[in-house]
């Protein structure tokens, strides 16, 4: 389907996963693993394994993983890549350093432009399966949504930052960002 929509939704995702990156990149080593809602976030175990945080490298595997997740839509088994495949129950069982998040975004830019090469106009229409959380939803309205998410959690990681004294570089909509 290389329509107009779906070259919308490709410009969509890669600003998405350019916010992400620039963000994981901006975030110095000393803020890494400091959550950003200690009260109500504290890195923890998560109750069936894994871990659980709000520090910056799990909402960047967050994000990403999720993204990858629901674009295979439980049409396909989730397979991420190594080292993400170490987790529980979609929980990381480990912290995961800045050059692998980074090569994560890398393999969720080829991820997203496999799922909008094959998206026709059947593959949009089909619901998602009784095993995905959001079962019964189109595929292509949880696609159309994705890079929504990975927008939020770049934009709070950004603002982390921001507060914390470091420079970003500018994004685009930034004063200063010049392409």
Known sequence: MANVFVQSLARNFEQALRL???????????????DLWPDEAP??????????S????????????ILDYDLAGEFEPWAPPA???????????RRFTRPELLG?????????????????????ARPLPS???YH???????????PLH?????????QHLTAAGVTVRPMPGDRGYTG
């Not at 529980?88 to 069982?93: I, K, L, V």
């Not at 994560?104 to 949009?124: I, K, S």
């Open 20 to 34: 992400m990156e620039a963000a994981l990149a901006d975030c110095p080593d000393e803020l890494w693993a400091a």
């Open 136 to 146: 019964g939803t189109l595929f292509g309205v949880l696609v159309g949504g994705l």
């Open 83 to 93: 080292p993400f495949d170490d987790n529980t129950y979609g929980f990381p069982n």
């Open 43 to 52: 890195t923890a175990a998560a109750a069936h394994g894994g871990l659980h």
């Open 104 to 124: 994560y975004v890398d393999w969720c830019r080829d991820r997203v432009r496999l799922t909008l090469d094959g998206l026709t106009e059947q593959v949009a």
């Open 150 to 158: 990975v927008v939020e959690h770049a934009a709070q990681l950004r």
């Open 54 to 65: 709000s520090a910056p490298w799990f909402l960047g595997y967050h994000a990403l993983s």
């Open 131 to 133: 095993a995905h959380r």
